[in-house]
């Protein structure tokens, strides 16, 4: 029986959660199927997702379905919590999309379509509640092939439609093989010769399925069960077996963390080789930047931590078991890595950590209610951003403000449920407003010597500042001799420089840029005669560390930045005889279509719109369209603000572009 890391994607209130409990149904693990609505399903073990009836973590449970051991992933839908589906594709072998034959192709089935083609995993379609009112198949079909644009098997057709009796009617459709022959020269020839049997077809499917080529779609309904046992044997048959070697070193990846009822971290990872067991020391993170209140027994090679695991548990049958040992392919939780985060490498690195969706472009302010401990709001919200480490907490101590980065309000609602139920702590939040970034205009350098021109800091350090590819990241390299001083002075440089490009010189994060250090220099230890050393006269990482946010800023003064703009890209359908009402409020709303469409009694319009407009757009789409438009958008790149004042974002460190200010704040000691 081989091993299968399944998940279920889905755009919100697909019934995703009800396909998941009809599989854990069907596979014996539960007598009753639970209700989303009643707040009993399986998966959805977190109070405030039982009350509000969404999908908030994702969730592990594994069982036998039909000869394959399926670990199964259950994963938001709402478009809020794409961070936490982003986690957990890393570590899929297979998914299953679930479509609504009511709603059809949403925003969020595009942007989940794209990135699992983007990454190789495996696909099936399911096009759920054909027992619906209003329920569709060959119209969701058409639109699946449409927006979606990838190569589709139908598997199938439904009978019954949008009646209780609605079934599914297994066998391939009339276009299967000419889909299949696209992709493969002998299956087009014996298909040009007059037909293929259905067994050659079948090893086809199977063999362009697991290579990411076609996507079979089934049509079925989690409620009544109808279909559900076709797309079963479809999970069994199509979708490629966990790899990995058990004999070879351990390998794995964190793809979600959570505290226990005595506080302690819990990692669940995915272990891709090897075989981790209970009192294995184990190397873990990656070096992307310094870690903070970091508890693991001592600093590996290469800047990651080495913790031991004080225990394990796998998932079997709908339930977490303890176990001393578990191998590749697996899916475990981990006790006993301190400071563990979401991301990091377990073992051997093997693949990189990578975002695939686009970071959140909003922000909000925490107000804690009357009589709140602030103290206890920031460890509270500081254990959630473990949990979420895209909600990006800043902490303002001059404005005694904490400020966290969102995908959407209904995000911030469960925000303030969770910190109310799980910690007791009463929150209000001011007015959501927009995530910029800033990007270099052009090259900067510069450079402060030891004990010269009013440097304070017993420490050299020269830097020169380049614009970087867009998605590139901070590069951070030297054009000096590594053995020129202590590798945890360049330490010390490193880490300041990726912490101080979080607020450019308008208080945006500056997200691609290289860094290259071009002058370095310190004082070596001294002490007096007989006497031991002496702190004052000798560099420590400290005077590394001061010194950098002055340097760079200077740097980053001399390059300028240009303040960019999130955008998302938009799809507007709406009838044509509405396009001359739609065109000038586009345009005023700084998204003027990029092409535009007229296919028989629709306009299809097609953009990109300042994130900042998106809703007002949506405010105002009802009573431009008669309410027949439809609007689909998701983020798509930065722009440079081309109207209004440049926004400015209220700094949180000690201002590096006031030296004054800085200098009161931060050195040590102050030169003459």
Request: charged content about 25%; some cysteine.
């Amino acid at each position: 029986m081989h091993l299968l890391n399944l998940g279920i994607l889905a755009h919100v209130d697909a019934g995703k959660t009800s396909l998941t409990e009809r599989l854990l149904h069907t596979a014996g693990v539960i007598d009753e199927l639970g209700s989303v609505d009643a707040g009993t399903t399986r998966t959805d073990t977190l109070a405030l997702e039982r009350r509000r009836g969404i999908t908030i973590r994702s969730a592990v449970v594994l069982f036998p379905l039909d000869g394959v051991t399926v670990n199964l992933i259950d994963t938001p839908g709402h478009p809020d919590f794409i961070a936490e589906v982003e986690r957990v594709l890393g570590v899929l072998d297979g998914a299953v999309l679930v479509v609504s034959a009511v709603e059809g192709v949403q925003a969020q089935t595009r942007v989940l379509m794209r990135t699992l083609r983007r990454l190789g995993i495996p696909t099936l379609i399911l096009v759920n509640k054909i027992d619906r009112r209003g329920a569709r198949d060959e119209a969701v079909l058409a639109q699946l092939a449409r927006r979606l644009a990838v190569p589709l098997v139908p598997m199938g057709r439904a009978a019954a439609l949008g009646t209780p009796a609605a079934r599914f009617l297994p066998g391939f459709g009339p276009a299967a093989p000419e889909v299949l022959a696209d992709h493969d020269d002998a299956l087009l020839t014996a298909y040009l010769d007059g037909g293929v049997p259905d067994a050659v077809l079948r090893a086809a499917l199977a063999d362009q399925t697991r290579r990411c080529l076609v996507h079979p779609v089934y049509f079925g309904s989690a409620v009544t069960g109808a279909g559900v046992p076709d797309l079963i044997t479809g999970i069994g048959r199509l979708l490629p077996a966990a790899g990995g070697d058990s004999a070879e070193p351990v390998s794995g990846t964190v793809f979600k963390v959570e505290r226990g009822p005595a506080g302690e971290q819990i990692a669940y990872a995915r272990i891709f080789s090897g075989s981790l067991r209970v009192r294995d020391r184990i190397p873990f993170g990656n070096d992307t930047g310094p870690r903070t209140g970091v508890r693991a027994e001592s600093r590996g090679a290469g800047g990651r931590e080495v913790g031991r695991v004080t225990g394990l548990s796998v998932f079997d049958r709908g339930a977490e078991h303890r176990r001393d040992s578990a191998g590749a392919g697996r899916i475990v939780k981990v006790w006993g890595l301190g400071g563990v985060r979401i991301g990091d490498a377990l073992g051997r690195p093997v693949r990189a950590y990578e975002h695939h969706f686009a970071p959140p472009t909003l922000e909000t302010v925490v107000v804690p209610a009357p009589g709140t401990d602030r103290r206890a709001l920031h460890l509270a919200l500081s254990q959630l951003a473990e949990q979420d480490p895209l909600i990006d907490v800043r902490h303002d101590e001059t404005r005694k403000e904490t400020s966290v980065s969102l995908y959407g309000e209904v995000q911030k609602e469960v925000l303030q449920a969770t910190l109310a139920d799980e910690y007791g702590l009463d929150v209000t939040f001011r007015e959501t407003t927009t995530v910029y970034v800033e990007r270099l205009a052009g090259t900067g350098a510069a450079v402060e010597f030891n004990k010269k021109d009013g440097n304070p800091f017993l420490a050299t350090v020269g830097l020169r500042v380049e614009p970087a590819p867009v998605g590139s990241g901070v590069g951070f390299g030297l054009a000096v001799e590594l053995g020129s001083m202590p590798y945890a002075f360049f330490k010390a440089v490193e880490d300041t420089v990726r912490e101080t490009l979080g607020q450019g010189l308008h208080g945006w994060r500056i997200p691609d840029c290289t860094v290259t250090m071009t002058h370095s220099g310190y004082s070596p230890r001294q002490s007096h005669a007989h006497q031991r050393f002496d702190k004052s006269m000798s560099s420590t990482g400290q005077d590394f560390r001061g010194l950098t946010p002055l340097v760079l800023t200077e740097a980053l003064r001399r390059a300028g930045t240009r303040v960019h703009e999130p955008m998302h890209r938009f799809r507007l359908e709406a009838p044509v005889d509405t396009l001359g009402a739609l065109l000038p409020v586009l345009t005023r709303l700084g998204a003027p279509p990029r092409s535009t469409a007229t296919p028989g009694a629709l306009c299809v319009l097609e953009g990109a719109v300042p994130a900042a407009r998106v809703h007002r757009l949506e405010q105002l789409l009802p009573g431009l369209t008669r309410g027949e438009g439809e609007l689909e958008s998701a983020f798509d790149h930065y722009a440079p603000v081309a109207r209004g004042t440049v926004p400015e974002r209220p700094r949180t460190d000690h201002n590096p572009l006031d030296r004054k200010e800085y200098l009161l704040k931060v050195a040590a000691r102050v030169g003459g």
